[in-house]
């Protein structure tokens, strides 16, 4: 296979100077997009408080559920503010959400002596005017670095500790098995986790009328609806992407500007698809499509275990979700699918070398060998990495180096 390009068919130079522009906007535009997401963080107090100055937990807890979120891999279960995977609950969502209903609870009591569903209408319609309210309302204080819980926050704080335990210890988890997160402190810091990533979805940002999380999730009983802005900047990208596209393909087919360079006739540009014979290195090169091929298979049967979860927990009736749970399984089919698609890519662009070059480095096959049994390595430890954190075996931080993080 070859191009005969003619010195008079090469291309404008007008595209190499708009790619020089589109990396430079582009990069520029997600640099400092990217400075604009970390100024506005949701804060991390040092401590949250109950109005009586009772700690509930800590910075450093936060951080340590962080960690327990990640050690598990519960991102490949459910979502956190809306990203990861789709079987279990978006985690910040579902907290919040609880703590409502807590909150709802508590009041009804406190105010009038019953449980929520024994209210009229009316005592109804004031509670849950009242539960956005104590949520929506922002009790951190900078210069401390403490929030306060109000008294019936500190409360539902208490009651989704139990949630969480019974959630990750007695099967209700789907594609989780029984007592997955078994350990108390583990338990504890995660729902420290959830509480601040909930608190940050649903309180408001210092004197605005949106949250850290601009209202997601939407949860009406916690008062979080889309705010306009949402809207407006969502229609606005879309019409923007499509509209300036489609204005590019415009100018350039309707006036042409002199991108096509030189070229007289196109059809000069021919494909010979008789190869010469195969070098040394493009004959080694046939294992890596072997490899290809098996991790593409596995990646499918991966999936089809993952879409299988959606009916059942087993398999037929074999019980898959014993060794095989939920997030590994989708880690395993994302990770898959990177290494077959970078397998078949590293493997085209070698193989396709001594063909524009016309000549066989020296060393090639070897270093075609070299890097063959660096992909095994990377591919084959990824995988086991990511079994081994599933079946909690790494002690320490180790799961951060070669766990579910590392690998
Ligand atoms: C038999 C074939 C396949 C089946 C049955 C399948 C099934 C699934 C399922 C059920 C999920 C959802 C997991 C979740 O979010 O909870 C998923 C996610 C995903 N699959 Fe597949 N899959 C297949 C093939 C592929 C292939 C060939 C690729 C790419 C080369 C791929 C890439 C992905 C990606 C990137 C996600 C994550 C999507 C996201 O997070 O939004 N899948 N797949």
């Given at each position: 296979m070859s191009f005969d390009l003619q010195p008079q068919e090469k291309l404008s130079p007008l595209w190499r100077i708009a790619t020089f522009v589109v990396m430079i906007v582009g990069f520029?535009?997600?640099g400092l997009v990217t400075r604009i997401a970390y100024d506005n963080t949701p804060p991390i107090p040092k401590q949250v408080v109950s109005p009586t100055g009772k700690v509930l937990f800590t910075e450093e807890q936060i951080i340590a559920g962080q960690g327990v979120f990640l050690k598990n891999n519960l991102m490949e279960h459910g979502t956190l503010w809306g990203h990861g995977a789709y079987l279990g609950p978006d985690y910040s969502a579902s907290h919040l959400h609880e703590q409502a209903l807590t909150l709802q609870e508590l009041l009804a009591h406190?105010?009038?002596g019953k449980s929520f569903e024994q209210l009229n209408q009316y005592e109804q319609g004031s509670i849950l005017h009242e539960v956005p309210q104590i949520l929506k309302q922002n009790r951190y204080d900078s210069s401390t670095g403490t929030l306060t819980f109000t008294e019936e926050e500190s409360q539902a704080y208490a009651h989704s500790l139990n949630y969480w335990k019974d959630y990750f210890t007695l099967g209700l988890a789907p594609g989780l098995p029984k007592n997955y997160i078994a350990n108390p402190q583990d338990q504890?810091?995660?729902?420290?986790?959830?509480?601040?990533?909930?608190?940050a979805a649903v309180t408001n940002r210092p004197n605005e009328e949106f949250t850290y999380t601009n209202n997601f999730p939407y949860d009406p009983l916690a008062g979080n609806h889309p705010s306009a802005d949402a809207y407006l900047w969502s229609a606005i990208s879309l019409i923007f992407i499509l509209g300036v596209t489609g204005l590019v393909l415009f100018i350039v087919s309707k006036f042409g500007l002199g991108w096509g360079g030189?070229?007289?006739?196109?059809?000069?540009?021919?494909?010979?698809?008789?190869?010469?014979a195969l070098t040394p290195s493009q004959k080694t090169l046939g294992k890596y499509f072997v490899i290809v091929a098996l991790l593409f298979l596995f990646q499918s049967?991966?999936?089809?275990?993952?879409?299988?979860y959606r009916v059942e927990s087993s398999f037929y009736g074999l019980p898959l979700l014993d060794y095989l749970p939920y997030n590994l399984l989708r880690t395993w089919h994302l990770q898959l699918s990177i290494f077959w698609i970078a397998t078949a890519w590293i493997a085209g662009g070698l193989f396709i070398a001594p063909l524009l070059s016309g000549s066989e480095p020296r060393y090639q096959k070897f270093g075609v060998n070299l890097l063959f049994g660096a992909l095994l390595i990377v591919i084959i430890g990824s995988l086991i990495g990511e079994y081994l954190s599933s079946i909690n075996y790494f002690q320490g931080d180790w799961w951060f180096w070669v766990g579910n993080q590392g690998s």
């Open positions: 520029s535009i997600l406190k105010i009038y504890h810091t995660l729902t420290a986790f959830f509480a601040w990533a909930a608190w030189s070229i007289k006739n196109r059809h000069v540009c021919e494909t010979r698809l008789t190869l010469p049967l991966a999936g089809g275990a993952l879409a299988h």
